[in-house]
Protein backbone atom coordinates (compact mmCIF):
# COMPACT_ATOMS: atom_id res chain seq x y z
CA UNK A 1 0.00 0.00 0.00
CA UNK A 2 1.64 3.38 -1.18
CA UNK A 3 2.43 6.03 1.37
CA UNK A 4 -0.37 8.23 -0.49
CA UNK A 5 -2.85 5.51 0.03
CA UNK A 6 -2.05 5.03 3.91
CA UNK A 7 -2.35 8.98 4.02
CA UNK A 8 -5.42 8.97 2.23
CA UNK A 9 -6.68 6.38 5.31
CA UNK A 10 -5.44 8.10 7.82
CA UNK A 11 -7.23 11.98 6.80
CA UNK A 12 -10.25 9.47 6.53
CA UNK A 13 -9.93 8.28 10.27
CA UNK A 14 -8.64 11.40 11.91
CA UNK A 15 -11.56 13.64 10.11
CA UNK A 16 -13.91 10.82 11.04
CA UNK A 17 -15.79 13.64 13.23
CA UNK A 18 -14.54 17.27 13.76
CA UNK A 19 -14.75 18.78 17.20
CA UNK A 20 -16.88 17.86 19.92
CA UNK A 21 -19.79 20.14 21.19
CA UNK A 22 -22.08 19.92 24.00
CA UNK A 23 -26.08 19.88 22.93
CA UNK A 24 -28.14 22.99 23.74
CA UNK A 25 -31.51 24.26 22.98
CA UNK A 26 -31.55 24.86 19.59
CA UNK A 27 -31.64 28.26 17.69
CA UNK A 28 -33.73 28.12 14.62
CA UNK A 29 -31.56 31.26 13.43
CA UNK A 30 -27.53 29.71 13.86
CA UNK A 31 -28.79 26.36 12.69
CA UNK A 32 -30.16 28.12 9.04
CA UNK A 33 -28.75 25.71 6.33
CA UNK A 34 -28.83 25.76 2.65
CA UNK A 35 -30.86 22.34 2.84
CA UNK A 36 -31.25 21.80 -0.64
CA UNK A 37 -27.00 23.23 -1.64
CA UNK A 38 -25.92 20.58 0.59
CA UNK A 39 -27.93 17.65 -0.25
CA UNK A 40 -26.98 17.79 -3.74
CA UNK A 41 -23.30 17.72 -2.98
CA UNK A 42 -21.16 14.36 -3.91
CA UNK A 43 -20.35 12.24 -0.77
CA UNK A 44 -17.12 13.17 -0.12
CA UNK A 45 -18.30 16.85 -0.30
CA UNK A 46 -20.94 16.50 2.03
CA UNK A 47 -19.27 14.13 4.21
CA UNK A 48 -15.34 15.47 4.26
CA UNK A 49 -15.36 18.86 3.74
CA UNK A 50 -14.71 20.53 7.36
CA UNK A 51 -16.42 23.97 5.77
CA UNK A 52 -18.66 22.48 3.70
CA UNK A 53 -20.56 19.49 4.66
CA UNK A 54 -22.57 18.87 7.61
CA UNK A 55 -19.31 19.52 9.87
CA UNK A 56 -19.82 22.98 10.05
CA UNK A 57 -23.10 22.63 11.30
CA UNK A 58 -22.50 19.79 13.79
CA UNK A 59 -20.02 22.16 14.92
CA UNK A 60 -22.34 25.12 15.80
CA UNK A 61 -23.61 24.82 18.89
CA UNK A 62 -27.64 23.68 19.70
CA UNK A 63 -27.18 22.54 16.33
CA UNK A 64 -25.75 18.43 16.74
CA UNK A 65 -29.56 17.04 15.96
CA UNK A 66 -30.22 19.37 12.84
CA UNK A 67 -27.03 18.14 11.98
CA UNK A 68 -27.56 14.49 12.62
CA UNK A 69 -31.21 14.80 11.04
CA UNK A 70 -29.16 16.52 7.97
CA UNK A 71 -27.15 13.16 7.80
CA UNK A 72 -30.35 10.94 7.81
CA UNK A 73 -31.89 13.02 5.27
CA UNK A 74 -28.61 12.95 2.71
CA UNK A 75 -28.52 9.17 3.21
CA UNK A 76 -32.26 8.60 3.19
CA UNK A 77 -32.32 11.10 -0.17
CA UNK A 78 -29.36 9.47 -1.96
CA UNK A 79 -30.25 5.24 -1.14
CA UNK A 80 -26.66 5.70 0.47
CA UNK A 81 -25.85 2.11 3.02
CA UNK A 82 -22.43 4.09 3.51
CA UNK A 83 -21.02 2.65 6.67
CA UNK A 84 -19.51 6.08 7.24
CA UNK A 85 -22.25 8.18 6.67
CA UNK A 86 -24.19 5.72 9.79
CA UNK A 87 -21.15 6.01 11.74
CA UNK A 88 -21.09 10.53 11.38
CA UNK A 89 -24.68 10.54 12.19
CA UNK A 90 -24.15 8.13 15.09
CA UNK A 91 -21.60 9.89 16.52
CA UNK A 92 -23.51 13.16 16.56
CA UNK A 93 -26.53 11.84 18.23
CA UNK A 94 -24.35 10.05 20.52
CA UNK A 95 -22.81 13.36 21.41
CA UNK A 96 -26.09 14.91 21.98
CA UNK A 97 -27.14 12.12 24.62
CA UNK A 98 -28.78 10.02 22.35
CA UNK A 99 -27.27 6.78 23.11
CA UNK A 100 -29.76 3.94 21.96
CA UNK A 101 -30.19 5.96 18.30
CA UNK A 102 -26.77 6.23 18.34
CA UNK A 103 -25.79 2.20 18.66
CA UNK A 104 -28.27 1.39 16.36
CA UNK A 105 -27.14 3.70 13.45
CA UNK A 106 -23.50 2.29 14.47
CA UNK A 107 -24.27 -1.56 14.04
CA UNK A 108 -24.83 -0.63 10.41
CA UNK A 109 -20.95 0.57 10.49
CA UNK A 110 -19.66 -2.64 10.71
CA UNK A 111 -17.02 -3.97 7.61
CA UNK A 112 -16.78 -6.97 6.29
CA UNK A 113 -14.40 -9.11 8.18
CA UNK A 114 -12.11 -9.73 4.92
CA UNK A 115 -12.07 -5.84 4.18
CA UNK A 116 -11.18 -4.82 7.94
CA UNK A 117 -7.99 -4.46 7.44
CA UNK A 118 -6.78 -1.71 10.46
CA UNK A 119 -9.44 -2.52 12.99
CA UNK A 120 -12.30 -0.97 12.31
CA UNK A 121 -14.96 -3.71 13.99
CA UNK A 122 -13.45 -3.54 17.59
CA UNK A 123 -13.50 0.02 17.48
CA UNK A 124 -17.15 0.21 16.67
CA UNK A 125 -17.52 -2.42 19.28
CA UNK A 126 -15.52 -0.19 21.83
CA UNK A 127 -17.75 2.63 20.96
CA UNK A 128 -20.93 0.60 21.69
CA UNK A 129 -19.65 -1.21 24.94
CA UNK A 130 -18.58 2.25 26.39
CA UNK A 131 -22.55 3.95 25.47
CA UNK A 132 -23.71 0.63 26.98
CA UNK A 133 -21.64 1.31 29.77
CA UNK A 134 -20.27 -2.18 29.37
CA UNK A 135 -16.72 -1.71 30.93
CA UNK A 136 -15.60 -5.65 30.57
CA UNK A 137 -16.83 -5.57 26.89
CA UNK A 138 -15.38 -2.29 26.28
CA UNK A 139 -11.47 -3.71 27.42
CA UNK A 140 -12.26 -7.01 25.27
CA UNK A 141 -12.68 -4.59 22.31
CA UNK A 142 -9.52 -2.89 22.98
CA UNK A 143 -7.43 -6.00 23.31
CA UNK A 144 -9.08 -7.10 20.20
CA UNK A 145 -7.96 -3.66 18.06
CA UNK A 146 -4.67 -3.39 20.14
CA UNK A 147 -3.62 -7.12 18.22
CA UNK A 148 -4.37 -6.28 14.82
CA UNK A 149 -1.16 -6.21 12.96
CA UNK A 150 0.16 -3.20 11.23
CA UNK A 151 -0.22 -3.38 7.55
CA UNK A 152 2.96 -4.92 4.91
CA UNK A 153 4.27 -4.44 1.82
CA UNK A 154 6.16 -2.26 -0.64
CA UNK A 155 5.70 1.85 0.10
CA UNK A 156 4.18 1.18 3.89
CA UNK A 157 6.14 3.14 6.59
CA UNK A 158 7.13 0.75 9.37
CA UNK A 159 5.83 0.84 12.96
CA UNK A 160 8.01 1.95 15.43
CA UNK A 161 7.44 2.03 18.90
CA UNK A 162 3.83 2.00 18.30
CA UNK A 163 3.52 4.59 15.80
CA UNK A 164 4.28 4.87 11.70
CA UNK A 165 5.21 8.09 9.89
CA UNK A 166 3.03 9.09 7.06
CA UNK A 167 3.68 10.79 4.08
CA UNK A 168 0.79 13.68 2.87
CA UNK A 169 0.68 14.92 -0.38
CA UNK A 170 0.98 19.01 1.46
CA UNK A 171 4.86 17.19 2.08
CA UNK A 172 4.28 17.56 5.80
CA UNK A 173 4.59 13.58 7.75
CA UNK A 174 2.28 12.54 10.80
CA UNK A 175 3.33 10.24 13.12
CA UNK A 176 0.21 7.74 14.01
CA UNK A 177 -0.61 5.63 16.63
CA UNK A 178 -0.79 1.80 15.10
CA UNK A 179 -3.84 0.27 15.68
CA UNK A 180 -5.77 3.14 13.93
CA UNK A 181 -8.05 4.53 16.77
CA UNK A 182 -6.58 3.01 19.72
CA UNK A 183 -5.98 6.33 21.01
CA UNK A 184 -9.64 6.67 21.25
CA UNK A 185 -10.73 3.74 22.65
CA UNK A 186 -8.00 4.36 25.30
CA UNK A 187 -9.73 7.54 25.67
CA UNK A 188 -13.22 5.88 26.66
CA UNK A 189 -11.39 3.45 28.82
CA UNK A 190 -9.94 6.61 30.88
CA UNK A 191 -13.14 8.57 30.67
CA UNK A 192 -15.52 5.68 31.21
CA UNK A 193 -17.49 7.63 33.59
CA UNK A 194 -18.20 10.94 31.40
CA UNK A 195 -20.46 11.29 28.70
CA UNK A 196 -19.36 10.12 24.88
CA UNK A 197 -18.82 13.90 24.45
CA UNK A 198 -16.66 14.15 27.14
CA UNK A 199 -14.87 11.00 26.98
CA UNK A 200 -14.29 11.21 23.25
CA UNK A 201 -11.85 14.72 24.05
CA UNK A 202 -8.22 14.81 23.45
CA UNK A 203 -7.93 15.36 27.31
CA UNK A 204 -8.66 12.06 27.83
CA UNK A 205 -6.51 9.89 25.43
CA UNK A 206 -2.79 9.31 26.68
CA UNK A 207 -0.45 11.72 26.10
CA UNK A 208 1.30 11.56 22.80
CA UNK A 209 5.00 10.41 22.42
Known amino acids: MPNRILAALFLCVLNSFCGVVNAEEISSDKCRFDRARLLALDENEFDQDISGGWRALASTPGCLL ?44 YKPTKDDKAGWNPYVDATIAFLR ?64 AEAYKEVCRPKKQ
Open 66 to 109: IAADLLRDYRNTHDKESGLLFWHEAQVRADAGQYPEAIALMEHA
Open 133 to 196: RDRPALKRARERLTAVPPPAGVGVPPVIDGYMEADFDDGSKKRIRWPINIDVVEGLENCFDKTY
